[in-house]
């Protein structure tokens, strides 16, 4: 299932109990890759159904730790025009040393139908699962191509990675200098949420 426009009337369902992330903007090939520290990710997220739906958790798809615990600070913002705006809301996650799986914590979050970006910093380096947008990749191209003649349209811009210490997320992301390299062309780290 893919957050395709769909007609009017008509929605998919975001069914209790199960697991959304940025799948629901049409991005997949699923990897692995390592995640440090010094950036901050917004992946897209689609509330595709036609009403509020609630979310209960909000994990990651954690693959590997080596090292020492890591905290994650993870933030859900408001999207304008393709752009993350003001945030919804914040919380910490610890991903244990040696851990897999996907560590989560509780949250009362009710989003209406629509897009939302979901932010990631870190204070250490772990390996996520993610989703690959190079050019193995078939999910559209969220925030378009930079030019669509034959292989020079891949690999898509799926969203943003920016420099960023770790620290809480800014209340407004209009701190960020979107666009440009802004557009994160590599991996997107599997951020996700649960319906409640």
Excluded: H
Aim: net charge negative; aromatic share 12%.
């Amino acid at each position: 299932m893919r957050g395709y426009p769909l007609p009017a009337g008509i929605s998919w369902p975001m069914v209790s109990g199960r697991w959304y992330d940025q799948q629901t903007s049409g991005i997949y090939n699923p990897g692995t890759s390592s995640y440090g520290t010094g950036r901050v990710w917004f992946v897209p997220f689609t509330n595709w159904s036609q009403s509020r739906a609630l979310f209960s958790r909000l994990g990651v798809d954690l693959d590997a730790n080596a090292g020492p615990d890591v905290t994650a600070n993870l933030a859900v913002y408001r999207d304008d025009n393709g752009v993350p705006t003001t945030k919804i809301m914040e919380t910490q996650l610890i991903l244990p040393s040696g851990g897999s799986g996907t560590p989560q914590v509780d949250i009362t979050l009710m989003l209406p139908p629509g897009l939302y970006w979901l932010a990631l910093t870190l204070d250490g380096t772990v390996d996520l699962g993610d989703w690959d947008t190079g050019a193995s990749a078939e999910g559209f191209s969220l925030l378009g191509d930079s030019n669509p003649a034959g292989s020079q349209s891949i690999p898509k811009a799926w969203g943003y990675m920016l420099p960023f210490p770790f620290a809480p997320l800014p209340d407004n992301a209009s701190v960020f200098s979107f666009g440009g390299q802004a557009f994160n062309t590599a991996a997107a780290p599997r951020i996700c949420l649960q319906v409640g």
